[in-house]
């Protein structure tokens, strides 16, 4: 892509999120969003593959029917209550509009079927793109009214994304789908705990981007795009393959990974909320996840594929070294003991 082509777009998506993030009228935020949508399409579909134009127009059809719901559940609550600041979402149709919109958005179940095959049709990096920076402005949008949505609605929608994201996610084989549904799983942590503690929320998303970067990064640096090709991986780049199988399993929650701080909290919260039931439910349904995510591990790591003797091997990777990757890697697997003091902010 064109250099200046690929700034404007980056910094248009900066600019989206930035307005959406930091806007306190309905028609602001939702100028935000249309500017990131406009501003990713290209990049989904810049390799000109008939998969990654099918994956943009879907994105936009999915997407702009989206920004119309919210559009029109603002305009409804702006009707009734004569305000068209974010916070004050009182009308209770305009509310489940927003939630619908919003779950549109995000990808969550049931509004979810867009999500792998845009993900499928997309490079890694953009991949990766969709899968953290464009889903800021909706979780935020959710946090700035939290406490006007309906608790039994958004709840019903996460335990089912947390349930389809840990199913479906059993029998890919593409990485770029398991990571999406791997993303819909933890949409359902991410969104049920929004409205009893929205600090917790923006944590959870955070450490989530975190542990996701590094494994979209490494499967753009070893070009592996599914699971047969990632049983080869390791010849490429040893080291890179073994600290992906670190990062999966912080992905995975497994203590004493940094994946573990935000259902270990998150778990914690709903307990104090006295919804134990709802607590176990997401809790044993992430062991689908673990499933999945343990299975990538072994592949990345452990296994080697039925091969015969004078197969010529890929060898190692005549790149310089990726700081990025190694730091991000391990903070996304060390962060643990650090917890004492974010539970002192929250």
Not at 154 to 159: D, R
């Amino acid at each position: 892509m064109n250099p200046h082509a690929s700034l404007i777009f980056t910094t248009s998506l900066i600019l989206g999120t930035t307005i959406t993030i930091s806007s306190s009228h309905w028609m602001m935020a939702w100028t935000g969003l249309e500017i990131n949508t406009l501003a990713i399409i290209p990049l989904i579909a810049k390799s000109h593959h008939p998969r990654a134009t099918e994956a943009a127009i879907k994105y936009f059809l999915v997407q702009a029917a989206a920004s119309t719901l919210l559009l029109f559940s603002s305009t409804i609550n702006a009707w009734h209550t004569g305000q068209w600041d974010i916070s004050q979402l009182a009308q209770p149709t305009a509310s489940i509009l927003l939630t619908v919109a919003i779950s549109m958005k995000l990808g969550l179940v049931p509004f979810h079927f867009w999500f792998p095959e845009v993900l499928q049709g997309s490079s890694p990096i953009t991949a990766l793109l969709l899968s953290t920076v464009m889903k800021l402005p909706p979780i935020s949008i959710l946090i700035l009214v939290s406490q006007s949505l309906n608790p039994t609605l958004l709840t019903t929608l996460a335990v089912l994304s947390a349930a389809l994201g840990g199913w479906m996610g059993l029998n890919q084989t593409q990485l770029r789908k398991i990571m999406a549904f791997s993303s819909i799983a933890h949409l359902g942590w991410i969104a049920i705990i929004t409205i009893y503690n929205p600090k917790l929320t923006m944590l959870t998303f955070y450490l989530y981007c975190l542990m996701t970067a590094p494994i979209f990064l490494t499967i753009n640096t070893t070009k592996t795009l599914k699971l047969t090709t990632m049983m080869t991986s390791w010849t490429k780049a040893p080291v890179m393959n073994a600290a992906l199988m670190l990062t999966l399993l912080s992905l995975a929650g497994l203590p004493p990974l940094t994946g573990f701080l935000p259902k270990w909290l998150i778990i914690q919260e709903l307990t104090k909320q006295e919804m134990t039931p709802t607590a176990t439910i997401i809790a044993m349904l992430s062991l689908l996840g673990l499933f999945f995510y343990l299975r990538l591990a072994y592949h990345s790591t452990i296994t080697l594929p039925p091969n015969p003797v004078n197969r010529i091997k890929h060898w190692h990777i005549n790149k310089p070294t990726n700081t990025l990757i190694a730091t991000l890697t391990s903070t996304s697997a060390l962060l643990l003991p650090l917890s004492p003091m974010v539970l002192a902010t929250l």
